[in-house]
């Protein structure tokens, strides 16, 4: 029998209100801790305030690269790589309210930036699980990373500023990243304070998700060894609202949290439960400072970062650099030593660091031609053992390079040419480089070319000398306000290969509020 | 292989590179050469003030500073709060001194006045026959008058020289030195932040884009020119002043390059991966500013073969192919003719883990007792260092790998 509309309605509504509160009680079970969550950040942060408005973007680029690699049995592989980069933006979240002492408003902002990259191609065979996260032995391998997302709120009571989630910290003489919280203090006496706590990302989980990976230090045992919690704190502090100068100190511990027993660390048998499941990581003390002088013509710069866990100078940088009329001279001495975390045997190896000099010289010829010339002198030295039969003499090796270049920075052309040079440890390289780019219709099409002709010597590698050229042509088309493509096609040939094609797209598109994207700007 | 065929291998190279020697010049030449087009991308100061289309004759020559007052005709710059505020005088303040007989017929009428009379001031007209509207693009600064004539600072001070030219220009308007006499930066002084004066965004940021360009900082911010050997030097900029880096950049715009996934073309140039070996090792691009993964290489090296732990390495095995070369390292025979690893190993070890792990070295750098062969990697005076009992303190974990628990040597380090 054939049901009338009011009847299908009255039933489907009555199944609708049996349904519907066992749906809503599940569906408030799971998004309870969330929003509870934001219920808390929102409250604590803004003191119980009102969001008023807010400006948001979201920014997407995928980019896509095919070429080949030559491996060491002079076979290639196939090398394609899509990466995606989604970036989002919550802007001005509480409302826009000036102070009236003329101090700037307390502000909330959100920013997040995540990516997705994957391989696929004859490359990704031998995928090693020990050296990168879970994946097939070969094929596809997508590895999804969530680089930072935090919440900053800033001039709280006009003098803290206040940061939760993940972030990376870029600081003079530090650089990594972590999960946890970062407080300011801002003092009227010129001098701000700063904490930080958290969790140090290691990159080592088998998530990127829960451990981004770019902020790793360098050089380290098998990874499995270093799997485990790394909580953290920092101290500085620093001058604030000096434009002439800047000083820096600070301080910073990581330790390191691993499971004793696990069989799989590579500790020798006889250590049982011996092991120490907690110990330092990390533990840098570092200072920075620059001042500039004569209208911000002259400026001196310098700073030591000392490491505390093995008792030595991890780095060290010292320069000055001058402006005067067209010309700028720059000189700087810098003092490296390799750096590694905690667990790593190479703390107690006899590493040395190497000594740097280099000075830059920059002329604008005019407000459009601009050239330069550099001369770098870096030195390494060899060092000797302590075993008595090891009587090496302490050997210094120099690396000596330089350059010159010339940019052209025009209203719709713009253009390069580099011409450098190397030589000394490590091997010979000599180079020239020239990139051309030419704004079709300006703001919409832009041509480039680039060319590469390069020679190198290298007695220790698989591919010992050669010479290799290189010309790519590309394209950037602007389709919208937000959207736009790039494209770009090089081929590569020389002593070992003949041809060398790749094949780069990008696409960058991004949706935002008005006045997160006024009028006219471009976006992506 | 015989001089002959070595030319005839790099004949093409060679001419390749003439090609550029000659093609890039010229290149250069012809677009040095060409004017710019309509649609010209501006720069600088004509990106803050974009340039106006005038359509009127006026001279500020004739109306000297000595003799008129500059608020006598701009008469809203004492109360104006923008800078985009229309600051031109209007007819009332013309009529205030030209008596009415002496302007023409009609002035201030739309309308055709395509006359002698009109022409004395009205430059452009259409094809219709009437004058074409002069047109002020706002500038695209933040700026109270009202503020700074508080103050009692002069207009000659901002727009000096304008008293004796025609019209008002772009050189009579502040440049950015001009601005930093008193927004310094010092304390006591005014506010010296970017969005003092430039446009801001959402969250705060200066307003670098325009549909007709990009700012980037000029001679006016010497400290921070972004010229040619900027890319490569940024280092020390972007670490002691990254708050006025975000003024204008993200955060993910370090990541764009830092990241390490994205080959940036500027920067390896060509086919890097052929020629990386020499560079990486003496670190002269830094890798680990990019490439901070230590697997980033140990994976790329395994899956290209050149890595011994893939099984169908050419390396793998004794006498196949040697890497490294002759007398690299030998579990025998000590010294450094027979162990040439170790001086590379001190100058950056960051290389030898590129391919080997921590297991390669412990394989020879362990006590015996604990399966090694007992070779010392420590430098002269080690064990009775500050820096060998502080490690020990802090995290023995590094030292436990070569030496297990109950080494004696262990106890001189305590």
């Not at chain 1, 090089?490 to 094609?501: C, I, P, V």
């Not at chain 2, 900027?230 to 370090?254: M, S």
């Not at chain 2, 086919?271 to 697997?295: E, F, M, P, V, W």
């Not at chain 2, 190993?345 to 015996?368: L, M, Y």
Request: charged share 25%; net charge positive.
């Amino acid at each position: 029998m054939k049901q009338s509309r009011r009847q299908l309605f009255t039933e489907n509504f009555s199944r609708i209100q049996r349904i519907w509160p066992e749906r809503r009680r599940r569906a408030g079970a799971r998004l309870l801790p969330l929003a509870a969550l934001a219920a808390l950040l929102v409250g604590i942060t803004t003191g119980g305030g009102v969001v008023g408005a807010y400006d948001a973007m979201v920014q997407a680029t995928v980019s896509s690269q095919n070429y080949q690699v030559r491996d060491a049995g002079d076979g290639a592989l196939t090398l394609s790589r899509l990466d995606t980069y989604l970036r989002l933006f919550i802007l001005d979240i509480l409302p826009r309210k000036k102070r009236k002492d003329g101090r700037e408003p307390t502000q909330m902002h959100f920013v997040a930036s995540m990516r997705l990259r994957a391989d696929f191609g004859g490359y990704t065979r031998d995928w090693d699980r020990a050296l990168d996260v879970d994946g097939p032995g070969g094929g596809y391998n997508p590895v999804f990373e969530l680089l930072y997302a935090h919440l900053s709120v800033t001039d709280i009571a006009g003098f803290i500023d206040l940061k939760v989630g993940r972030m990376f910290h870029l600081d003079p003489m530090d650089f990594y990243g972590y999960d946890g919280l970062s407080v300011r203090f801002k003092t009227p006496f010129y001098v701000a304070f700063e904490l930080m706590g958290g969790r140090r990302q290691s990159g080592l989980y088998n998530s990127y998700f829960a451990d981004s990976p770019i902020f790793l230090l360098q050089g380290s045992d098998n990874t499995e060894t270093r799997v485990g919690w790394m909580p953290m704190m920092g101290v500085a502090a620093e001058t604030t609202g000096l434009s002439f100068l800047r000083l820096r100190m600070a301080y910073r511990a990581v330790w390191h949290l691993i499971d004793a027993n696990d069989p799989g660390l590579g500790y020798p048998d006889d250590l049982g439960g011996d092991l120490p499941g907690s110990a330092l990581n990390a533990e840098k003390l570092s200072a920075h400072a620059t001042a500039t002088f004569w209208k911000k013509r002259l400026q001196f710069y310098g700073g030591v970062r000392y490491n505390l866990l093995t008792s030595r100078l991890d780095e060290a940088q010292g320069g000055v650099g001058l402006r005067y009329g067209r010309s700028r001279v720059r000189a700087e001495y810098v003092i490296d030593s390799p750096d590694f975390d905690g667990d790593s045997i190479f703390n107690v190896f006899n590493t040395q660091a190497y000594q740097e000099m280099r000075l830059w010289y920059e002329h604008r010829f005019t407000a459009r031609w601009a050239g330069y010339a550099r001369i770098t002198g870096r030195f390494f030295e060899g060092g000797a053992s302590d075993a008595p039969e090891q009587t090496e003499q302490r050997l210094i090796e120099p690396d000596i390079g330089g350059g010159v270049g010339a940019t052209y920075l025009g209203k719709r052309q713009t253009a390069r040419v580099d011409l450098y040079w190397q030589e000394g440890y490590g091997g010979r390289t000599l180079g020239l480089y020239g990139y051309y780019r030419y704004q079709v219709l300006p703001g919409l099409l832009a041509l480039e070319g680039r060319g590469v002709l390069a020679y190198w010597d290298d007695e220790l590698a698989t591919t010992p000398e050669g010479v290799s050229a290189g010309v790519s042509l590309g394209a950037r088309l602007q389709l919208s306000q937000l959207a736009s493509v790039h494209v770009l096609v090089e081929d590569n040939f020389g002593t070992y290969n003949k041809s060398d094609l790749r094949v780069y797209a990008m696409l960058n598109f991004a949706w935002c509020t008005y006045r997160a994207c006024p009028a006219g700007e471009v976006v992506p | 292989m015989t001089v002959t065929s070595r030319i005839k291998t790099l004949r093409p190279f060679v001419m390749a590179g003439l090609t550029l020697l000659l093609v890039g010049p010229t290149l250069l030449a012809v677009v040095w050469a060409t004017p710019p087009g309509k649609g010209a991308r501006l720069v600088g100061t004509s990106l803050l003030y974009p340039p106006p289309t005038r359509t009127l004759r006026f001279s500020h020559a004739v109306h000297p500073p000595g003799d008129f007052e500059c608020d006598q005709c701009h008469v809203k710059a004492k109360t104006s709060t923008s800078a985009s505020d229309n600051l031109l005088p209007g007819k009332k303040q013309c009529v205030d001194c030209h008596d009415e007989a002496t302007i023409p017929k009609g002035f201030g009428t739309p309308g055709k006045t395509n006359n002698k009379a009109c022409k004395k001031c009205h430059t452009r007209y259409n094809l219709k026959g009437f004058p074409v509207a002069s047109r002020w693009p706002k500038p695209r600064i933040r700026f109270t008058h009202q503020i700074h004539i508080k103050k009692k600072i002069s207009c000659k001070k901002c727009h000096g020289g304008v008293g004796k030219s025609g019209y008002g220009a772009k050189r009579h308007l502040p440049t950015m030195a001009q601005c930093f006499s008193c927004h310094d930066g010092k304390p006591k002084s005014p506010a010296s932040k970017c969005t003092t004066c430039h446009e801001r965004t959402a969250g705060g940021r200066m307003r670098i884009s325009y549909p007709e360009g990009k700012l980037k900082p000029g001679k006016s911010l010497p400290d921070l020119d972004h010229g040619p050997t900027f890319r490569k030097n940024h280092k020390t900029e972007a670490r002691a002043r990254k708050k006025d880096c975000y003024q204008c950049h993200q955060q993910a715009t370090c990541l764009r390059c830092h990241g390490g996934i994205r080959k940036p073309a500027s920067i390896h140039l060509g086919n890097y991966i052929l020629r990386h070996g020499a560079d990486a090792r003496a670190n002269r691009s830094r890798c680990k500013s990019c490439h901070t993964k230590q697997s980033f290489c140990r994976n790329c090296h395994k899956r290209t073969r050149v890595a011994r732990s893939n099984k169908n390495s050419p390396y793998r095995g004794p006498g196949i192919r040697k890497f490294h070369g002759g007398n690299w390292s030998s579990s025998t025979s000590r010294g450094s003719a027979f162990n040439r690893h170790a001086t590379h190993a001190r100058r950056n070890v960051g290389v030898c883990v590129s391919c080997h792990s921590e297991k390669d070295c412990i394989r020879c750098h362990a006590r015996r007792r604990v399966n090694g062969l007992g070779h010392n990697p420590h430098g002269p005076g080690f064990r009775h260092s500050r820096r060998c009992k502080i490690l020990l303190r802090k995290n023995p974990r590094s030292c436990l790998k070569c030496h297990g628990l109950r080494d004696p040597l262990m106890g001189l380090c305590r």
